[in-house]
Nanobody, 121 residues
Framework: QVQVEESGGGLVQPGGSLRLSCVVSGRGFRVNVMGWYRQAPGNQRELVAQIINGGRNDGSISDADYVKGRFTISRDGVKNTVYLQMNSLKPEDTAVYYC???????????WGQGTQVTVSA
């Protein structure tokens, strides 16, 4: 079983910054992709960014257009930890941010419970 736990959300003014962290823990798994989705009330959950952990494409990042130049995803593959540094935050970034981890063994996606990010003046 894999557990995913996010932290670092909060209330921030427009233009501010937050750093989200996500720790993936458990036994008998190997994470090949980690990343972040977000979901605002009434909206579909959307991908923010993801990073590949291991393999030929290790470290390869995919992110949404709306975060380019503002958000940076990073990870510690050994510790199965993924981060999202969010700068120049906008009110539109307000959402619950969910960490996910895809495992090679079993081909499953695990989700955290989410951390609230609120950008408001």
């Amino acid at each position: 079983q894999v557990q995913v736990e996010e932290s670092g959300g909060g209330l921030v003014q427009p233009g501010g910054s937050l750093r989200l962290s996500c720790v993936v823990s458990g036994r008998g798994f190997r994470v090949n992709v980690m990343g972040w989705y977000r979901q605002a009330p009434g909206n579909q959950r959307e991908l923010v960014a993801q990073i590949i952990n291991g393999g030929r494409n290790d470290g390869s990042i995919s992110d949404a257009d709306y975060v380019k130049g503002r958000f940076t995803i990073s990870r510690d593959g050994v510790k199965n930890t993924v981060y999202l540094q969010m700068n120049s935050l906008k009110p539109e970034d307000t959402a619950v941010y969910y960490c996910f981890a895809d495992t090679l063994l079993g081909g499953r996606r695990y989700w955290g419970q989410g951390t609230q990010v609120t950008v408001s003046a």
